[in-house]
């Protein structure tokens, strides 16, 4: 798995300061699309321990509310981005929350993705639709985006 | 800024730029994390009588994340920062009135382009950042928002 970037202390990517993982790769291709250059598997560089503890030890911060992933669409390398969940879950347990950035729905992800769900707390889903633009919403681009709290199934914006 | 190099020269850091930053400041063209910053200014303000405020620069859609906000101020009031602002881009259409952060010189909603850019450059707030002076103009175009890129 390739990741295209890390950016710490982003304030757009879901509630508080968050560390956001862009992993690479996509297949949705979203016309308008904020990160085309994300869309090859290969782009950026290899996921690999020595990131994942640069990763781990900015989420580790107090200021630091939880760890986003998003891309390119995680979901689309999701064994890896399983495992990344399972080991961020027994750093931090659930003093930390993950947000999860995908272009599928929330219905096909409990369909399909259900052991990944169940380690975040909050999914943003749908693909991004330029007819659907709303630079006032919260947290999400087009209009036909959810954010979707996992413990309850409700939206929250 | 002239006048100094007048008489001084350019002196990198110093003089080489449109503008001076003040010593117990980060420059604002560093990319830092708003945390590092305060970090950093939370141990030279003190030695201020004024002019010592704490920028800390974010996207504008911190409007929708109160948490973030309330992280940021609660952290420089815990590292000693007595004056502090948390500046975004704020743009209005005169026209129809919407609010918001403007790609350019026109308005995202009835493209007009009778609109202003606020902003704040030494603490002085201006309904329209175009009209501040040259070196003030300058600073403000050389600032980057408050976050770390990490690729490695």
């Known amino acids: ?157 | 800024m002239k006048k100094f190099k007048n008489r001084f020269g350019v002196i990198p850091n110093v003089s080489d730029r449109a503008y001076f930053t003040n010593s117990m400041h980060v420059p604002v063209w560093e990319e830092i994390t708003p945390f590092h910053k305060v970090d950093i200014e939370g141990q030279l303000t003190g030695y201020s009588s004024a002019g010592c405020i704490t920028y800390v620069e974010v996207d504008s859609k911190v409007m929708n994340n109160i948490d973030a906000l309330e992280s940021i101020i609660n952290y420089m009031m815990d590292s000693d920062i007595p004056y502090a602002a948390v500046n975004f881009p704020i743009d209005n259409c005169k026209d129809c009135g919407y609010s918001g952060a403007f790609e350019g010189d026109t308005c995202p909603i009835c493209e007009s382009e009778n609109i202003e850019h606020l902003g704040r450059v030494t603490g002085y707030l201006s309904s329209d950042v175009r009209r501040f002076n040259y070196g003030k103009q300058s600073e403000f175009k050389e600032r980057v928002d408050h976050e770390e890129h990490i690729l490695i």
């Open chain 1, 1 to 157: 798995m390739n990741y295209s970037g890390i950016v710490n202390c982003s304030i757009v990517d879901g509630i508080g300061f968050r560390t956001t993982l862009f992993i690479s790769g996509c297949k949705h291709c979203c016309e308008g699309c904020q990160n085309p250059q994300t869309w090859d598997f290969n782009a950026g560089r290899p996921y690999t321990e020595e990131v994942e503890e640069i990763l781990f030890d900015r989420i580790s911060e107090d200021y630091i509310k939880g760890l986003t992933l998003s891309g390119g669409d995680p979901l689309y390398s999701a064994d890896e981005v399983y495992e990344l969940l399972v080991r961020f879950r027994e750093r931090f347990g659930d003093t930390k929350s993950v947000w999860l950035y995908t272009g599928f729905k929330y219905e096909y992800c409990k369909e399909h993705f259900s052991k990944i769900l169940d380690l975040c707390d909050v999914l943003v889903d749908g693909t991004y639709k330029c007819s659907e633009r709303d630079t006032t919403l919260a947290f999400r681009g087009s209009r036909n985006q959810r954010v979707i709290d996992l413990k309850s199934g409700e939206e929250m914006f």
